[in-house]
């Protein structure tokens, strides 16, 4: 059998390798990838594996972000840091998904399971579990607050506090956040996707290119049609204005 491990956190990844290891007599480990981008690389350059084994959370973002650049046919079993309460909806389906720090008996279980399934169950299953899971671990964000993000700077990964953020700045495909020094860096998630992950008492989707920090706004001043414009205490690339329809809201969630 040949398997993919997506997994950032090579402690984790080696031991899931051993595990299989020890699992599967047959088994040929064809690959062990540690992101997003990485991933997608390897599929485009690769035969697909009988089986993945899949991190949610990568260095570089959500793995459901491979799926939006390939169609991946083979069964995935996600792994996750999430609790298990949380999932339990998503033990009935045909792919499964094991609880961090993985154990043996937990692997052998999704082996079992995946090999009394068809093909064709697999390919439909997984589509299916990756949308609701993504879902779910979107909707967790409304409760779970992010305390720091992962971002990318020069070559390098580092973690953000997310109280130092001033404004994120979508252009291009990307997501730019700058501190309050004004330092940018990059994050491989949409804005849609972080305002999930952010507070909502402390942030504030302004348009569609811009979420502010509560703390780094000065002032608010009135615009044309009845909109208005957000002014920060540090530089940015363009005025942050505010729709006729969203100003109302602006306007509740600065007096919260």
């Known amino acids: 059998m040949k398997i993919l491990i997506i ?27 540690q992101s997003v981008s990485e991933s997608i690389d390897w599929f485009n350059h690769n035969a697909m594996p009988d089986l993945a084994f899949m991190d949610i959370q990568l260095a570089d973002g959500l793995s459901f972000s491979i799926f939006d650049k390939i169609d991946v ?3 995935i079993v996600f792994t996750t840091a999430y609790d298990e309460y949380a999932l339990k909806a998503f ?63 020069k070559d390098k990964l580092i973690p953000l506090a997310v109280k130092d953020i001033a404004y994120i700045y979508f252009e291009d495909r990307y ?5 309050f020094e004004g330092t940018k860096s990059l994050i491989n998630f949409s804005l849609e996707d972080l305002m999930k992950q952010l507070d909502p008492s402390l942030f504030f ?6 979420i502010v920090s ?15 414009v957000i002014n920060l205490r540090v530089a940015v690339p363009e005025r942050i204005i505010v729709s006729r329809t969203n100003v109302s809201e602006l306007k509740e969630w600065i007096t919260e």
């Open 175 to 179: 997501s730019s956040i700058i501190n």
């Open 7 to 33: 997994e950032d956190e090579q402690l984790t990844a080696l031991k899931l390798e051993t595990l299989l290891r020890e699992l599967i007599s047959t088994v040929e480990i064809v690959g062990i990838l």
């Open 205 to 210: 989707r302004a348009n569609r290119q811009f």
């Open 73 to 75: 046919t083979c069964p």
């Open 214 to 228: 509560r703390s780094a706004i000065k002032d608010i001043t009135l615009w044309f049609g009845n909109r208005v």
């Open 91 to 153: 033990e009935v389906n045909s792919i499964d998904y094991l609880l961090k720090p993985v154990s043996k008996n937990a692997i052998k279980r999704s082996l079992d399971k995946i090999e009394k399934l068809s093909a064709s169950q697999h390919s439909l299953e997984n589509a299916q579990l990756i949308h609701k899971v993504a879902d779910m671990i979107m909707q967790q964000g409304s409760t779970r607050y992010k305390s720091s993000l992962l971002v990318s700077v």
